[in-house]
């Protein structure tokens, strides 16, 4: 079992940034992902960005391309989602997601943590 805990979320300015936390506790295994999704209520949700435990090689969604970093900290287990130059429609619940995951990072993953709200007011 796996537990994951978010933490960053908040309220920010469009043209502001934040700071996504997935702090991981319980069995990891090295070849594991540890993905960022989002979700707006009523809209299916949406591939942000992932990472393996034993990568340096971070995965984009689009809509994070060239705006957000991804990046892990196998020490703490923890991986982090910084969030440059927000906009309004970057406005979800943000969840973090680890697992196998198989050839594909994008999922499917087995242990979803609760989410954390991100608001970017215009």
């Known amino acids: 079992q796996v537990q994951l805990v978010e933490s960053g979320g908040g309220l920010v300015q469009a043209g502001g940034s934040l700071r996504l936390s997935c702090a991981a506790s319980?069995?990891?295994?090295?070849?594991?992902?540890v993905g960022w999704f989002r979700q707006v209520r009523g809209k299916e949700r949406e591939f942000v960005a992932a990472?393996?435990?034993?990568?340096?090689?971070?995965y984009y969604g689009e809509s994070a391309q060239g705006r957000f970093t991804i990046s892990r900290d196998n020490a703490k287990k923890t991986v982090n989602l910084q969030m440059y130059r927000l906009k309004p429609e970057d406005t979800a619940v943000y969840y973090c997601?680890?697992?196998?995951?198989?050839?594909?990072?994008?999922?499917?993953?087995?242990?979803w943590g609760q989410g954390t709200q991100v608001t970017v007011s215009s």
């Open positions: 990472i393996r435990w034993m990568s340096n090689s971070p």
């Open positions: 319980g069995r990891t295994f090295s070849d594991d992902a």
């Open positions: 997601a680890t697992g196998a995951t198989g050839d594909s990072i994008m999922g499917p993953y087995d242990y």
